[in-house]
């Protein structure tokens, strides 16, 4: 567990958080492969989970600095069986490991498709979204800051700003063209699983200070990735 997080008045995103927070006392409970939270109360966060191995799926999820990170991602061209296979495995990795979304590169599919539920929980199922080659229409100016982590960066957390809000354009597995606007913290989900799809990563968009006072882990990470690759670390 980590200690509990210092003190700040941020506001904005506290009732966004409901699915995301193990609050110390009494509050809710994390999942993401993003977690974050409102620096304004003593909060801490679930352990975070690589799965590894799930029941149904040969995928796994890949850890920085594996290079399908940063490769880049082909459209979704066939609305088919395999793909709609795909994206249930994803969902059920997104799920075990106490997840709100995950995007293919992170299991090595190269391929522009994520799937998310902003509330963790698989008993809401309505609430999943499977997005093809999602594209953002507009952001919103306003801009908030919060504390993201991500399943291929196990066992840290940092400080992001994402906007408030975003209207996007995605097409389903079924092929069906949508459009969407998204707010609060679905759509802060929505632009860290966006930035997978660009080979952007969350530590991307550290302030120095974030980067500073994180770096020591994302070192730790490309020193496993190193020991136990054959091939050299993507950096
Ligand atoms: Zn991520």
Redesign the pocket.
Known sequence: MRPPLPLVTRTSLLLLLLCNLEFASSFFATP???RMAPRRAVVRLRAEINPGAVSGTSLRILEYPHPALRAPNADVDAFDDELRQLAKEMVSIMYASGGC???AP?VGVNRRLMVFNPTGDPSKWMQEYVMCNARIIQYADARSVGE??????PGFTADVARSNWIKIEYTNVRGKKQRKKLKGFDAIVFQ??Y??LDGV??VDHLSEDERNRVQADIDALTGRYTETSAGPAAL
């Open positions: 993401l492969d993003h979304g995950l995007a992170q993201e982590g991500c399943l291929s960066f860290h699983e930035d997978h990563l969350y």
